[in-house]
């Protein structure tokens, strides 16, 4: 790669060990990266002596979710294919390490040049197929020069983005590496058109396939259940975050009526507690305190519900009436297929511009956005007191799910070569 982007990586690596020296996350990144070699070596001895058929490679865990209805097609179809799967961000590795539709689980090195010969030739992939936004530019030259066939899907393009810049020519080499690019819309396909990439497909985005998934299959939680049989109406919180409960707690305390679910983006115990006391410690229990042991009659006087363990929030719009999904304060909003799949209207921040589905689901009346406490508290007094504004959102909101499924067959048909079976 260009010695301008060589340096670029270099300075991004250092800056990170040094931000690990105050960020435990950042430190467990730098540590898994330092076991990858051997963790590759060793399932490459016992499950993949030839090399892994396919490699994915999901920035974290959102774009996990993206590769994953991929990733159970090719287990069903080919259970006899040896899969790698990588992370580059500690929230993706830390909560699928143990996932069991693949071979080996791993963070991926930085894209230093030596790191990306020593990854590859410790994983001998047959196969790469990368998540959303990941361009490393490194991995992509070595794969291609290589012969290995590399495919992105899921991708979105836009057109401030460097590669459609004047002086992006370093980037758009980059795409050129793809074998085939895989994207969610036309305006994607088109800007590509315009710098020479024509191996495109407009297939959608996989992220609907998954979530229609998790809907035929979500499972019951008792205690929940059971929470939310005495509630009026109850307000799920997906991914929460303090500057998302800032607006929508002080909303909470005004309308007695109305219970809560709340699932915090990231927990601790300190966490935990500081939300706790700002909703009410009288009124607010932790999930793990009232499973398996609080009477049917107590759990029913509760008003917030802290989801305090991972794995449990796609199943757990089934029994809300409405969400208001996190991070539109900070980096962007997280998932909002989750919960529109199951036919309820979502609610968001202010920065879902880089986010497809938000347009969407806006347009159609499916979703709403708020910048401001008063913002809110217009958009949820409405749901909370007009029946029928509430139907018609959640109607529109699952309409525009079942109307983009399709993305994962149209994706593992043509790189595989063969009808899909359903993820299992």
Not at 322 to 335: P, Q, R
Not at 417 to 422: F, I, L, S, T, V
Request: charged share 25%; proline share 5%.
């Amino acid at each position: 790669m260009n010695p301008l982007y060589n340096f670029g990586i270099h300075a991004y690596a250092f800056g990170a060990h040094i931000a690990s020296c105050r960020s435990p996350k950042v430190r467990k990144m730098l540590d898994g990266q330092r076991q990858t070699l051997a963790a590759l070596k060793h399932k490459r001895m016992s499950a993949a002596p030839e090399g892994f058929d396919v490699w994915f490679h999901a920035a974290s865990l959102g774009e996990f979710e993206q590769a994953r209805p991929i990733i159970e097609r090719l287990r069903g179809n080919h259970p006899d294919k040896k899969i790698l799967l990588t992370f580059f961000s500690p929230s993706g590795y830390e909560i699928r390490s143990n996932y069991d539709k693949v071979d080996c689980v791993a963070y991926l090195p930085f894209d230093k040049p030596k790191l990306v010969r020593r990854f590859l030739d410790a994983a001998a992939p047959k196969m790469a197929i990368f998540s959303k936004y990941e361009f490393w530019g490194n991995y992509l030259e070595q794969l291609h020069a290589a012969g290995i066939p590399t495919y992105v899907i899921s991708s979105i393009f836009r057109p401030r983005q460097r590669f459609f810049r004047p002086w992006g020519g370093m980037f758009r080499k980059m795409l050129k590496c793809y074998t085939h690019l895989y994207v969610q819309d036309n305006a994607s396909a088109e800007l590509l058109d315009k710098i020479g990439i024509d191996n495109v497909t407009v297939a959608g985005d996989t992220r609907f396939d998954r979530v229609s998934d998790i809907l035929a299959s979500s499972r019951q939680t008792p205690e929940i259940k059971e929470f939310v049989e005495s509630s009026r109406f109850t307000l799920i919180a997906g991914s929460s975050w303090q500057p998302d409960e800032e607006i929508y707690i002080p909303w909470l305390k005004g309308h007695p009526d109305v219970k809560a679910i709340i699932a915090p983006h990231e927990f601790d115990h300190a966490r935990l507690e500081s939300l706790r006391h700002r909703l009410g410690n009288a009124k607010t229990r932790l999930l793990s305190e009232i499973r398996g042991s609080m009477p049917k009659s107590e759990i029913n006087n509760i008003r917030y519900l802290i989801i305090d363990c991972f794995g449990l929030l796609s199943s757990l719009y089934r029994y809300g009436d409405v969400a208001v999904i996190g991070g539109g304060f900070g980096a962007g909003i997280h998932n909002l297929n989750e919960a529109a799949v199951y036919g309820m209207p979502v609610v968001f921040g202010p920065n879902h511009k880089k986010f497809k589905e938000a347009d969407e689901l806006l347009k159609r009346g499916g979703g709403f956005t708020y910048a401001n406490p008063a913002e809110f508290n217009a958009i949820m007094n409405t749901l909370l007191n007009d029946s029928n504004a509430l139907s018609t959102a959640g109607d529109k909101a699952g309409k525009y799910i079942k109307d983009s499924i399709g993305a994962s067959d149209i994706i593992f048909n043509d790189i595989f070569g063969q009808p899909a079976a359903a993820g299992k």
